[in-house]
């Protein structure tokens, strides 16, 4: 447990991911840390956001805290594994330097940053839970946090990205192929490339992610509704976002 | 005494961070304690009832310290991210001393409330009065906390986004855990309470509806 969140620190403090390393195509990040860290991490927000189905005074249930607990990590996890082929596919398309695992960690990387400050947000939640009982607050609140702490790793990933597809710096000679021309082209057109790259990510992972959630919802438990894991299938994030902005104001 | 030259030097220290590294914690807290209650009590005070003045003496306190505890979490993650860990302890004692600083003008602006009392027994101008020594407060703090930044800030220019994290984060909270500890002051028309009935609404729904209820009429 202490080496985990030794390596969430060492993560945080950005010792895993050197820019010369990036630019390497090196990724020294434990992948097996990275996934437990955001699993424990993720739970930890869902504790706190989870509190409010636990404590509302119209039919209370502790499931709703459970539930939350575990699918606030799912979430994030399980939007990586349906959009990583195509953010794997479109890096390489780009000429990423890093490899298929490289590729994967550097994902996981962003998530786990996502989810610290995703879980330092709980005590805030948590204050917020038990000192109110607007339903669509909480619901505005929790959008805004995972809002805010998604920027943060999407930042995290850009710099990085920015990284690998830097141009490489002259050392030896070395025969010209394909991989090479690549990495010679200039500057600006390989920063571009790991702007149209993340750009992309940002496209498939961000309408994957808000999917995601609305499919499994509900995370903080309408108190007018009775506990269910999953609700029907209806409608969709943005619908339901801008529903409880409008519930909020009448 | 010692509370008072403790006091004193926190007040005029050039780098306050640095003076409360060096005062035993039990004494700062002891320090925040006092001079919070001692506002407190005043601020309650407007209808004189015993009960009215030493619950407002707690709450503020109470106040000063618990929205900081919520906060310093995702302070110390976001401290983390840009960088600037080393530099995290010097943060949170120029953040103590702020808070310091706070409850020592409050403190130093009580007499003053006392007079306003005298001066009108109206409960509206009662808070309006607080809510002005309040917003003189939190100013005087506010230059505090730049103090404690100004350094930081000019080695590593970083550190004023994470002052504006701290300052954004923070009085979100503290609006909402102000409008929980309510009533501060004791509406004449009501018993004395710790808490208002109503304890469980939230301070931006309130005014949001009412927001929304003043330009849809």
Same mark, same amino acid.
């Given at each position: 447990m202490r080496q985990l969140l030794l390596d969430i620190d060492r993560l945080l403090r950005g010792r895993y991911t050197k820019p010369e390393d990036l630019r390497a195509g090196k990724l020294s990040l434990p992948a097996r840390a990275l996934i437990f860290g955001s699993l424990i991490l993720g739970s930890s927000y869902g504790l706190f956001m989870g509190i409010y189905g636990a404590t509302r005074?119209?039919?209370?249930?502790v499931m709703q805290l459970f539930a939350t607990t575990a699918k606030v990590p799912l979430l994030f996890l399980l939007t990586l594994v349906v959009t990583f082929p195509s953010l794997y596919v479109l890096s390489a398309l780009a000429g990423s330097r890093l490899k298929f695992q490289e590729t994967l960690r550097l994902l996981l990387a962003a998530i786990a940053i996502n989810l610290a400050l995703l879980a330092s947000l709980g005590p805030v939640v948590g204050f917020f839970t038990l000192s109110t009982q607007s339903y669509p607050f909480m619901i505005v609140l929790n959008v805004l946090f995972f809002g805010v702490s998604g920027i943060v790793g999407l930042a995290f990933l850009r710099r990085a990205l920015r990284h690998v597809f830097a141009p490489k710096l002259p050392t030896a000679i070395e025969p010209v192929d394909a991989a090479t021309q690549l990495a010679n082209l200039p500057s600006h057109r390989r920063s571009d490339m790991g702007l149209s790259v993340f750009r992309g990510w940002l496209v498939v992972y961000g309408v994957v992610g808000a999917q995601m959630g609305w499919v499994l919802r509900p995370f903080v438990g309408s108190p007018d509704l009775p506990f269910t894991l999953f609700r029907e299938r209806e409608s969709n994030f943005l619908e339901g976002f801008f529903n409880a902005l409008l519930r909020l104001f009448s | 005494m010692k509370l008072v030259a403790c006091a004193d030097a926190l007040l005029k220290a050039d780098a306050p961070e640095r003076l409360v590294a060096e005062v035993p914690g039990r004494r700062l807290v002891l320090m925040l304690i006092v001079a919070g209650f001692f506002y407190g009590a005043v601020m309650g005070s407007s209808t004189l009832r015993p009960l009215q003045v030493l619950y407002s003496g707690l709450k503020v306190p109470i106040l000063l310290s618990a929205s900081s505890l919520v906060c310093l979490p995702n302070f110390f993650v976001v401290n983390t991210i840009l960088g600037l860990r080393e530099d995290f302890p010097t943060v949170v004692r120029g953040l103590v001393s702020t808070q310091l600083t706070m409850a020592l003008v409050l403190a130093s602006l009580s007499p003053l409330t006392a007079v306003a009392y005298l001066s009108s027994g109206d409960y509206h101008f009662a808070v309006v009065f607080n809510g002005l020594m309040f917003f003189v407060a939190s100013v005087v703090s506010h230059v505090q906390l730049g103090r404690v930044y100004a350094p930081l800030i000019r080695e590593r220019p970083r550190h004023r986004v994470c002052k504006v994290v701290w300052l954004t984060l923070y009085i979100f909270v503290t609006i909402q855990l102000a409008w929980m500890l309510? $009533?501060?002051?004791?509406? $004449?028309s009501l018993p004395p309470s710790f808490f208002r009935e109503g304890i469980w609404d939230n301070a931006y729904v309130v005014v949001f509806r009412d927001l929304w209820t003043l330009l849809t009429k």
């Open positions: 005074p119209d039919d209370p249930t | 309510r $009533p501060f002051i004791g509406a $004449p």
